[in-house]
T-cell receptor, first 108, second 113 residues
Framework: DAKTTQPNSMESNEEEPVHLPCNHSTISGTDYIHWYRQLPSQGPEYVIHGLTSNVNNRMASLAIAEDRKSSTLILHRATLRDAAVYYC?????????FGTGTSLTVIP | GAGVSQSPSNKVTEKGKDVELRCDPI?????LYWYRQRLGQGLEFLIY????????KSGLPSDRFSAERTGESVSTLTIQRTQQEDSAVYLCASSLGAYFGYTFGSGTRLTVV
């Protein structure tokens, strides 16, 4: 399995930035790093993905280390709706391996 | 459709009965995946379909589990002789291909009593 390592849980105050780390030391040079999040009672939702350089979209930013063995998902201003489990994954064979992710709590 | 649709949203069945879960992917998405998520756990890969290629069944936990997909349309996941340990949320996702992002459905919550 293509494994990633994430903290089990993190907390953030509302309207503050959140940096969610992920280690993926076994990633190959051509694998994209993907981030998904899962809100309670819903299926996972795509957040962002990237290969080497940093990526931005309307939901978040993705900072990828130069050696690609780690990455950080950045939520610029956490809202209560960002409370979810965040998964950092990359493809192995035909599928993505989802670990248990990071459960983010946003404190009002 | 606009998203991935799964039905039923909830299913309660008696131990030993067969169940069939349905997934309607996004039109044009050639890849379709089934995952299982037990309570409080991460997603467990079950099976992958890509176009008309033979499916990757490497994640199916036993021969009681099977899945079919007709072309690039609807898929059904069948669980025969259900057991209590089959209770979980079954998630379907589709994408343009193995290296593209997934769009997930809301899942089917299966409870075996």
């Amino acid at each position: 399995d293509a494994k990633t390592t994430q903290p089990n849980s993190m907390e953030s105050n509302e309207e503050e930035p959140v940096h969610l780390p992920c280690n993926h030391s076994t990633i190959s040079g051509t694998d994209y790093i993907h981030w998904y999040r899962q809100l309670p009672s819903q299926g996972p939702e795509y957040v962002i993905h990237g290969l080497t350089s940093n990526v931005n979209n309307r939901m978040a930013s993705l900072a990828i280390a130069e050696d690609r063995k780690s990455s950080t998902l950045i939520l610029h201003r956490a809202t209560l709706r960002d409370a979810a489990v965040y998964y950092c994954i990359f493809p192995t064979g035909n599928q993505f391996y989802f670990g248990t992710g990071t459960s983010l709590t946003v404190i009002p | 459709g606009a998203g991935v649709s799964q039905s039923p949203s909830n299913k309660v069945t008696e131990k030993g009965k067969d169940v069939e879960l349905r997934c309607d992917p996004i039109s044009g998405h050639t890849a379709l995946y089934w995952y299982r998520q037990r309570l409080g756990q991460g997603l467990e890969f079950l099976i992958y379909f890509q176009g008309n290629s033979a499916p990757d069944k490497s994640g199916l936990p036993s021969d009681r589990f099977s899945a079919e997909r007709t072309g690039e349309s609807v898929s059904t996941l069948t669980i025969q002789r259900t057991q209590q340990e089959d209770s979980a949320v079954y998630l379907c996702a589709s994408s343009l291909g193995a290296y593209f992002g997934y769009t997930f459905g809301s899942g089917t919550r299966l409870t075996v009593v």
